[in-house]
C-alpha cells in the first residue's frame, strides 16, 4: 500500500523534470528569437546595386535576345536573388512556428510544475508561497506574450520587405514571362489546355487557361483571330505627397534612353466628330474644336435647344457628323436614341430586347446605362450595366447583340466600348480579384457579333475605359486595373507589357502625353509609364509615383507639359508630364463626376451642378469664366465645332451660338 510520503516524493520529482523541461524551453525560444532576429536584419540588408545590376542585364537582353551568354547570366543572378529572397522568408515562417512551439512547452511545463509542487498540508498554508506561486505565473504570461509578439513582429518584418530585391521577385513572380524567357526554376514556360472565364461566348474559341507562376498568377494568352486594322469599315448608310521618385528607388537604363514617339491613335476623320468617351483619341481633346465662352441655362442665353430623354442614363453622348446618339435605361427597358445636332429633335429611338433575368442592383451615381456608345460612323455599340451588348446602324437597326452577364461587379458595369478597326474592344472586368478568373478582354467583329480574340485578365472588378495609343508606329491598346496598368496588342489580344503601380477601385482612364502614359486613382497614387518596354516593367519603365489630388472617378487630362488631376470633392492638382512634381493646386468646392476637356486652347471642367468652370491651361491657376445650365450633371460632354453636348439628369442640351 502506497504511503502519503511516496506519493508526495513521486509529484516533487514529476514537478522537478516539469521545470528542468520549462527552463530547457525557455532558453530554445530565446536561441530562436535571437536567429529570427539575425535573419530579419540580413534580410533587410539586401543591397539594391545587386538588383539594378541584374535590370540593367534583363534590359539588355531585350535588346540582344540572342545572346546566350548574356542569358545564362541573367538567370544565374536571377535565381541567385530569389533563392536568397526565399530563403529569408522561409526562414522567418518556420522561425515563428519553432518559437511558438517553444513557448507553448513552456507553458505547458510550467503549468503542470505548479500542480505537482503542492507542499505537505499544514492547518495554515504559507502565504509566502502562495505570492511566489502568483509571481512565477505572471512572468511565464509575460514572457510567452512577449515572446509571441517579438516574433510575429520579426516574421513580419521579413515578409513585408520592401525593399529593390523584395520587389523584384515579387513583381518577376507575377510576370507573364520571367527572367531570360524562363519560369522560377529554370523551367521553361509550358502551354495550358483552354478554360472558360466565366463569361458566356456564344460563338468563337474559349479563352486559353492561365499559366501559373510561383505565385500563382494567370498569364493571359489571346485566342481566336486579328482584327483588320486601325481604319474604319464602312457600311452603306440606311438612314439620315509624396515626392516623386523613380520606381524602386533605382533609376533604370530605360529610363535614361530618349522617349519613343507616342501619339494617340485615331482613325481618319474621326478629328472632326466625338465617336467615343472622352472624344476622338478618348484623352479629353477635341481637335479643331472652338466653343463658346459664355451662356445660361436658367435665362436661355447660348442655349440652342433642349431635349428630355425618354429613359435616363449617365454615358457620355457621342456625336458623328450631325448625329448625337446615346443611351437610358432602367430596371426592365433599354433604349438608344439618336438627336439632330441642329434641331434636337429625336431622330430614332430603338429598344435593346433585354437577356433577361433580374436587374442587377446598381448605384444612383451609376444607374443601369452608364457606358458611353461608340461608333465607327456606320455602326453603333452600346453596353448595358447587366453585360448586354448590342450594335445598331446609322438608322437604328438592330444589327447583333451579345450578351455577356449577369456581370459580378458592385457597382454595375461602367466601361465603355472601343471601336478599333474592324470591331469593337470591350473590357469586361468583374470579381473580386484576378483569383477569381472572371476578368476578361475581348474583341468582337463589327459585322457578325462574333468573337474575334478573347483573353483573361489578372485583375479584379474595375469601371475604367481603355485608351488607343500608337508607339513608333505601333498600335496599343492600354486598360487600367488594380493593380495593373496592362497593354496589349489591339489586333490580336497580344500582352506587350504590364506595370503594378495602382490599387484600389479603378475608375479612371489613362492619358498619354510627353512620351507617357500616365495613370492615377484614389488609394493608390499617380504614375508615369514608359509605354516601349516588353513583359513586366514594373521596376524598369515606371518613371515617377507621386501621391498629390488622387482622383477617384475623373479622368486626368494632358495639356502642355502638364497634367491636369481632378478629385470628386472639386480639388485641382496639375502637375509636370515628366516629373509629377506639383505645380499648383486649386479648390473649388464643387463637386465633380465629369472628366475634363481641352477644346479651344481652353479646360472645360462640368460640376455635379451643371456649372462649367473655363480655365486658362498654364502653370498658374486661371479661372476665365463660369457657365450654370441650372441641372445636375454628371457625364463627360461633347464638344464638336463650336457646339457643347451636355447630358444632364434628364435632358439632351446644346450650348453654341445661333
Request: charged share 20%; glycine share 10%.
Amino acid at each position: 500500500m502506497t504511503t502519503h510520503s511516496e506519493t508526495f516524493q513521486e509529484r516533487s520529482r514529476a514537478a522537478t523534470a516539469a521545470e528542468w523541461t520549462a527552463r530547457v524551453a525557455l532558453v530554445y525560444s530565446a536561441v530562436v528569437l535571437v536567429l529570427m532576429l539575425i535573419n530579419a536584419v540580413a534580410a533587410r540588408s539586401a543591397h539594391p546595386i545587386e538588383v539594378a545590376s541584374l535590370e540593367a542585364l534583363q534590359h539588355d537582353l531585350t535588346v540582344r535576345p540572342d545572346d546566350e551568354g548574356l542569358r545564362r547570366r541573367v538567370r544565374q543572378e536571377d535565381k541567385r536573388i530569389r533563392q536568397e529572397y526565399l530563403r529569408h522568408r522561409d526562414f522567418a515562417v518556420r522561425g515563428a512556428w519553432l518559437l511558438l512551439a517553444g513557448i507553448a512547452t513552456f507553458l505547458a511545463a510550467g503549468e503542470y510544475a505548479r500542480r505537482f509542487q503542492t507542499p505537505m498540508p499544514t492547518p495554515r498554508p504559507d502565504a509566502a508561497s502562495r505570492a511566489r506561486a502568483a509571481a512565477d505565473a505572471t512572468f511565464r504570461a509575460l514572457v510567452a506574450v512577449g515572446g509571441v509578439l517579438a516574433g510575429a513582429l520579426l516574421t513580419l518584418t521579413v515578409l513585408s520587405r520592401h525593399d529593390t530585391a523584395a520587389e523584384y521577385v515579387r513583381a518577376a513572380s507575377r510576370s507573364p514571362t520571367q527572367a531570360g524567357g524562363m519560369m522560377p526554376g529554370g523551367l521553361p514556360p509550358t502551354t495550358g489546355q483552354q478554360a472558360a472565364t466565366g463569361l458566356p461566348v456564344a460563338t468563337g474559341p474559349e479563352l486559353a487557361s492561365p499559366v501559373s507562376g510561383s505565385t500563382g498568377m494567370p498569364t493571359p494568352r489571346p485566342s481566336g483571330g486579328r482584327l483588320s486594322g486601325p481604319g474604319t469599315v464602312m457600311m452603306p448608310l440606311q438612314g439620315p505627397s509624396k515626392r516623386p521618385t523613380p520606381a524602386g528607388g533605382v533609376a533604370s537604363e530605360l529610363l535614361r534612353r530618349p522617349l519613343p514617339k507616342v501619339e494617340p491613335s485615331t482613325a481618319p476623320g474621326w478629328e472632326r466628330n466625338w465617336p467615343r468617351f472622352r472624344g476622338p483619341a478618348g484623352t479629353g481633346i477635341a481637335f479643331g474644336a472652338n466653343p463658346p465662352l459664355q451662356w445660361n441655362g436658367q435665362t436661355g442665353e447660348g442655349i440652342l435647344w433642349k431635349t428630355k430623354l425618354p429613359l435616363p442614363g449617365w454615358n457620355s453622348p457621342i456625336v458623328w457628323e450631325g448625329r448625337i446618339i446615346c443611351s437610358g435605361a432602367d430596371e426592365t427597358h433599354r433604349e438608344v436614341y439618336c438627336l439632330d445636332l441642329s434641331t434636337g429633335a429625336i431622330v430614332w429611338k430603338t429598344t435593346v430586347p433585354s437577356s433577361g433575368g433580374a436587374a442587377p442592383k446598381v448605384q444612383a451615381d451609376t444607374g443601369y446605362a452608364p457606358s458611353t456608345l461608340a461608333t465607327d460612323g456606320a455602326r453603333i455599340v452600346a453596353v448595358f450595366v447587366n453585360g448586354d451588348v448590342a450594335c445598331l446602324d446609322m438608322s437604328g437597326k438592330l444589327l447583333w447583340k451579345r450578351s455577356f452577364g449577369p456581370m459580378e461587379n458592385p457597382y454595375g458595369h461602367a466601361s465603355s466600348p472601343v471601336v478599333f478597326g474592324s470591331g469593337v474592344i470591350l473590357q469586361l472586368d468583374q470579381g473580386h480579384g484576378a483569383e477569381d478568373g472572371k476578368s476578361a478582354l475581348l474583341a468582337l467583329d463589327l459585322v457578325s457579333g462574333k468573337t474575334v480574340w478573347q483573353i483573361q485578365r489578372p485583375v479584379g472588378a474595375s469601371w475604367s475605359t481603355p485608351i488607343l495609343i500608337t508607339v513608333n508606329g505601333k498600335e496599343q491598346l492600354v486598360t487600367t486595373a488594380n493593380p495593373w496598368v496592362i497593354a496589349y496588342d489591339p489586333h490580336d489580344g497580344t500582352e506587350l507589357w504590364r506595370a503594378e503601380c495602382l490599387g484600389g477601385e479603378v475608375a479612371v482612364s489613362p492619358v498619354t502625353a510627353q512620351g507617357y502614359v500616365v495613370v492615377a486613382n484614389q488609394g493608390s497614387n499617380s504614375a508615369a509609364i514608359r509605354p516601349d518596354g516588353r513583359g513586366d516593367v514594373s521596376k524598369l519603365a515606371v518613371a515617377w509615383t507621386a501621391g498629390d489630388g488622387l482622383p477617384d472617378i475623373v479622368s486626368p487630362l494632358a495639356f502642355q507639359d502638364l497634367t491636369l488631376l481632378v478629385t470628386t470633392e472639386g480639388f485641382l492638382t496639375c502637375i509636370e508630364t515628366k516629373t509629377g512634381k506639383r505645380v499648383w493646386e486649386e479648390d473649388l468646392g464643387v463637386t465633380v463626376r465629369a472628366s475634363p476637356v481641352l477644346a479651344g486652347g481652353r479646360v472645360y471642367l462640368l460640376d455635379a451642378s451643371g456649372t462649367m468652370h473655363i480655365l486658362q491651361p498654364g502653370r498658374t491657376f486661371k479661372l476665365i469664366g463660369r457657365c450654370p445650365l441650372g441641372e445636375a450633371a454628371n457625364a463627360t460632354p461633347a464638344f464638336v465645332a463650336d457646339r457643347i453636348v451636355i447630358r444632364t439628369r434628364q435632358h439632351i442640351v446644346c450650348v453654341g451660338s445661333r
